[in-house]
DNA sequence: TCTTGACCTAAAGTTAACTTTAGGTATTAA
DNA sequence: TTAATACCTAAAGTTAACTTTAGGTCAAGA
């Protein structure tokens, strides 16, 4: 496939592509005479990976380093299992973080449609805990602490 | 509270602080005659509400917005509103990004486990699908469809 | 023949969200 | 009294991850 085919299929803009290739971060983009490059299922595999280790918050000078491991063969496998094992856990954790920041937003949708019910936010503003329906609460506290 | 503790409370360095401070994300920082900061319960609460829709993947423009519409009163409240609401589907696509991230990398887990236990790759980088446990297959397919 | 489109490189520019620096004030501890 | 701390501002610097620009090759269609 040419640059152009990959990023359409993957949706992902030209110069990136080129950018990731030039950053190291692809091993092994074939070129033909004219060097231009021919990318592989493998090549597409890798960008897909990238795509998915970026997105869970890795940078891309660790992936590269990744990409290394792979070209050095079996004897980084442990490496590279590590690095995932780790990755796993990261993205749990933001999943959690998120999970967490969600409730927060729920509240506040709460918040905003009695205040929209009332016309102003006076009342909803000044609720005690206790006045706040339970599950609303549970949101909110959850949070807060 | 002082700026110092403040920073200590919520974890965020003094000069962040002073940075939004300075961007117009916190409304009403009160300052004494020799012109120090200080936050009251509002602003703490601010300020967890930034951390959270930062974390969410919201911008620091946006968020000034935001508070800009708070300043604003009342007739701001639908605005605000459908700002939640909108956040909301963000973080829901967010995380369901993040768990398909997370099929990926739990499919990587276990090939390198696998790898591991050979001592190489080949035995597992050649596997056929159907050769592949269904728990794990399912991980993979999720991910690469 | 000429021009349009897909590819190439090297290098400069962009953006967000800080972070650091340089220089200054005011209070407290030894 | 001096020296350490905690605060202040304005402005420059940093970093990651692109993105844009400028200039060039090559093949196909009108």
Redesign the pocket.
């Known amino acids: 496939m040419?640059?152009?085919?990959v990023?359409k299929k993957l949706n992902i803009?030209?110069?990136?592509l080129?950018?990731y290739d030039?950053e190291g971060l692809l091993l092994n983009v074939k070129r033909d005479e004219?060097?231009?490059?021919h990318f592989d299922e493998a090549n597409i595999a890798s960008l897909r990976l990238i795509e998915c280790l970026?997105q869970s918050g890795m940078?891309?000078?660790e992936i590269k380093e990744f990409m290394n491991w792979c070209a050095m063969g079996d004897s980084t496998l442990n490496l590279r299992k590590e690095m995932f094992i780790k990755q796993k856990s990261n993205i749990e954790a933001k999943i959690s973080e998120l999970k967490r920041a969600l409730s927060l937003i729920e509240y506040k949708c709460w918040y905003y449609d009695e205040a929209l019910r009332d016309g102003n936010e006076s009342r909803v503003k000044n609720m005690k805990l206790d006045e706040i329906p339970e599950d609303i609460r549970a949101k909110y506290c959850g949070f807060n602490s």
Request: glycine share 10%; hydrophobic share 35%; aromatic share 4%.
């Open positions: 040419t640059i152009g085919e990023s803009p030209i110069a990136t080129r950018f030039s004219a060097g231009i490059r970026k940078q891309l000078k």
